[in-house]
């Protein structure tokens, strides 16, 4: 039973000492490596952050003057199809009016032949 023990003392207690120092050493250096590579990245990561900030507020200004500039368009549109409904109106109106004056200049043309 000596032999057993000194067997488990010699070869289990070093390997799990060895074991959880090398998980201890990869852990803590895991950590640092992550940490450095975010120190070292976080000025690019804030530039292109804010660069993508300022390029959504550029393009939601764009939004807005277009909108601007669509609304006035279809004022505009309304306004001269108000306008073309007169125009066509007063053609139809010419229209009748040539109508009857021809109607009458061709009866005055058979009344005096």
Excluded: C
């Excluded at 590579?37 to 990561?45: K, N």
């Excluded at 939004?63 to 109106?89: H, P, R």
Aim: proline share 2%; glycine share 4%; no cysteine.
């Amino acid at each position: 039973m000596n032999s057993v023990f000194n067997h488990f003392l010699q070869y289990v207690i070093p390997l799990l000492i060895g074991g959880a120092g090398t998980w201890w050493a990869t852990t803590v250096n895991d950590k640092t490596k992550r940490e450095d590579v975010y120190a070292d990245h976080m000025p690019e990561w804030w530039d292109r952050l804010d660069k993508i900030t300022q390029e959504r507020d550029d393009l939601k200004e764009q939004v807005n003057t277009l909108q601007i500039e669509v609304e006035k368009q279809s004022a505009t549109i309304k306004q001269q199809s108000k306008i073309i409904d007169q125009l066509n109106e007063s053609v139809n109106e010419l229209k009748i009016s040539i109508n009857k004056t021809n109607k009458e200049i061709d009866e005055d043309v058979k009344k005096g032949l």
